[in-house]
C-alpha cells in the first residue's frame, strides 16, 4: 500500500488529554507531511518536513506538535490545547529537490481517525 | 502564502458526459499543479499533474489545462464512468519549500 502507514486506524480520546499519532514510511522519501481532513474543508496542513531534524508548520499548527528524529517517521502530537480535534487525519511523503523541477508527488497512509469523547 | 479555490464543490452528470473541475492560485511562484482523486473511504491518490512551463497534459480520459496568466487550471474527465465518482482535489507547490496547498475538494457523482 504505498509504503506508507498509519496507526491506530481509529483512536478514541478524553478531552484534556494529549495523543501521538504514528506515521512510518519505507519508500526513502525526505519530505514528509500531516494534513487534517473535514468534511467540505478539503486537506488542511498541520506541519511538514523536507528532512530529519527539521520542520515547519503548516497552515492549522495550533494545538500540535511533531518530531522529525528519523527520517522514515513523522509522528504527530494532538495536544489538549488543539480546541476541536475531532477529524481524519492523514500522513504523506514525497521525495525532495532542491532543483523544485522533478514530481512533488504525495503518498498517502490510509489515515487515523480521532474521536474525542 | 498560498491560496487555492475550487469549484464546484459539487457536481453530478450522467455517464458518458463530460465533467470539469476547476482551480485558481494566488501565488505566481507556484510551479507544480497535481491533482488527486479519493474514492470512499480510500485515501488520496495522484491521478494527474502538470508543471508550470506546460499548458495541458492528457492521459488517457483525464486532462489538465493550466493558464500561468490567469493563475488557473482545470481538469477535464471525458466519457465519464460510474468508476469516477469520487473526492477530487487540486494543489499547488509553493516554490522551493515543497509546501503543497489544497482546494476544498469536488464531490463528483456519475450516474448510471
Known amino acids: 500500500d504505498g509504503g506508507i502507514t498509519q496507526s491506530p486506524k481509529y483512536l478514541f480520546r478524553k478531552e484534556g488529554q494529549n495523543v501521538t499519532l504514528s506515521c512510518e514510511q519505507n519508500l526513502n522519501h525526505d519530505a514528509m507531511y500531516w494534513y487534517r481532513q473535514d468534511p467540505g474543508q478539503g486537506l488542511r496542513l498541520i506541519y511538514y518536513s523536507q528532512i530529519v531534524n527539521d520542520f515547519q508548520k503548516g497552515d492549522i499548527a495550533e494545538g500540535y506538535s511533531v518530531s522529525r528524529e528519523k527520517k522514515e517517521s513523522f509522528p504527530l502530537t494532538v495536544t489538549s490545547a488543539q480546541k476541536n480535534p475531532t477529524a481524519f487525519y492523514l500522513c504523506?511523503?514525497?521525495?525532495?529537490?532542491?532543483?523544485?523541477?522533478?514530481?512533488?508527488?504525495?503518498?498517502f497512509g490510509p489515515g487515523t481517525r480521532l474521536t474525542v469523547l | 502564502g498560498e491560496n487555492v479555490e475550487q469549484h464546484p464543490s459539487t457536481l453530478s452528470v450522467q455517464e458518458g458526459d463530460s465533467a470539469v473541475i476547476k482551480c485558481t492560485y494566488s501565488?505566481?511562484?507556484?510551479?507544480?499543479f497535481p491533482w488527486y482523486k479519493q474514492e470512499l473511504g480510500k485515501r488520496p491518490q495522484l491521478i494527474i499533474d502538470?508543471?508550470?512551463?506546460?499548458g495541458e497534459k492528457k492521459d488517457q480520459r483525464i486532462a489538465v489545462t493550466l493558464n500561468k496568466t490567469a493563475k488557473h487550471f482545470s481538469l477535464h474527465i471525458t466519457e465519464t464512468q460510474p468508476e469516477d465518482s469520487a473526492v477530487y482535489f487540486c494543489?499547488?507547490?509553493?516554490?522551493?519549500?515543497?509546501?503543497?496547498?489544497f482546494g476544498t475538494g469536488t464531490k463528483l457523482q456519475v450516474i448510471p
Open positions: 494543489a499547488a507547490l509553493s516554490g522551493g519549500y515543497q509546501k503543497v496547498t
Open positions: 504523506a511523503s514525497s521525495i525532495f529537490s532542491l532543483a523544485g523541477l522533478s514530481t512533488n508527488e504525495q503518498f
Open positions: 502538470i508543471r508550470s512551463n506546460v
Open positions: 501565488d505566481s511562484a507556484s510551479n507544480y
